[in-house]
């Protein structure tokens, strides 16, 4: 879902950082949906994930 939500938001995703979503514990991903609203392009998504992956 949260896939999906990001591709409407921003565009079709590279694969590099469709792998990195897919990595994801689930705590990170609710995290990410929160955090997606916010979301005006997809650096906010690339800084979001250096942020908060392990």
């Known amino acids: ?3 999906r939500l990001l ?3 921003l ?3 590279s ?3 469709r792998a990195q979503i897919e990595s994801l514990t ?3 991903i609710e995290a990410l949906g929160e955090a997606l ?8 998504l690339s ?3 250096q942020q908060n992956q392990s």
């Open 11 to 13: 565009g079709q995703l």
């Open 37 to 44: 609203l916010d979301f005006t392009g997809a650096d906010d």
């Open 47 to 49: 800084r979001w994930l």
């Open 7 to 9: 591709q409407k938001r």
């Open 26 to 28: 689930l705590d990170q």
């Open 15 to 17: 694969p590099t950082l």
């Open 1 to 3: 879902m949260v896939l």
